[in-house]
């Protein structure tokens, strides 16, 4: 309980230093959110004029979309920093987390900690449209909401766990920005749309190395589409829970490999 009261405060702390520069807290926030709102805008005017991408309406993927922005959101808000480990271990600022009376992944997490308005906000939206659409087609019923809040907690999982095995390779390799944009940048980009557009040696690389596609396209074949069957979201949710602690194991494996920059 110490500790958790421990990281509530520095979280509380962390939020509080942000908010000192409000316009530029409001500004940044404001340019996220047009700048992923430009990129499903672009895909929208190709689906209206086509109808759909590979038999995936554009309610279907708008579905993919707001589901894994509002996981990236989820992950982003409280684990910002295990993102942007790399500048801990160049400067060297990792030392002052490490005597910190709290685990250093908590002391890490609770840097910087932001709540991301626009992307839960565009996300949101794009979401809550598409599935009023779906609804009213009888596409997915009522079961669809809990199964979705379900879907976008658990993506948040498989999100966080990709970014800290691939901030942890940042203690044997320091340089971690250029993996990172494979990982979790292009990665998850690739998941809002449909993965049958995607050969299949990049499917499988995306359902097993780097496992986003579980985050938001394979519980999707369950809600939107009822392909498998019932025990898919439980068997995802394992997975997330299993690959999360593998995560942590690897992390703590990491952390024995950290040298200090020095002076």
């Known amino acids: 309980m110490n500790t958790i009261r421990m990281y509530i405060l520095l979280v509380r702390a962390s939020v509080r230093s942000r908010m ?13 959110a047009i700048v992923n709102l430009m990129d499903f805008a672009l895909i929208s005017i190709i689906l209206w004029k086509f109808g759909s991408l590979k038999g995936w309406s554009i309610y279907e993927i708008g ?25 801990y271990l160049v400067s060297g600022d990792l030392d002052q987390l490490l005597i910190r009376p709290i685990p250093l992944l908590l002391a890490l997490m609770a840097q910087n ?30 079961w669809a909401i809990p199964q979705t809040i379900a879907v976008i907690l658990i993506g948040s999982v ?38 049958e557009l995607y050969p299949g040696w990049l499917r499988g690389i995306l359902l097993t190395l780097i496992p986003v596609g579980i985050a938001n396209y394979v519980p999707a074949l369950y809600v939107l589409r009822d392909e498998f069957g019932w025990w898919l979201l439980p068997a995802t949710t394992l997975f997330a829970a299993v690959f999360l602690w593998l995560m942590l194991q690897f992390w703590k494996l990491g952390m024995t490999r950290y040298q200090s920059t020095g002076s």
Request: proline letters at 1%; aromatic letters at 16%; a neutral charge.
């Open 158 to 195: 498989i999100l966080f766990a990709i970014g800290l095995g691939t901030a942890t390779f940042g203690f044997w390799i320091t340089r971690v920005s250029d993996l990172q944009n494979v990982t979790e940048d292009a990665a998850r980009t690739a998941v809002q749309y449909p993965m």
């Open 113 to 142: 900690f932001r709540v991301m308005f626009g992307e839960y906000i565009q996300g949101g939206i794009i979401l809550v449209l598409c599935m009023k659409t779906m609804l009213s087609t009888g596409q997915i019923d009522g």
């Open 63 to 87: 579905y993919l979309y707001g589901t894994i922005m509002l996981s990236k959101a989820i992950y982003r808000s409280f684990a910002n920093d295990v993102h942007h480990l790399e500048k």
């Open 20 to 32: 000192q520069y409000k316009f530029n807290f409001w500004l940044s926030t404001l340019l996220a």
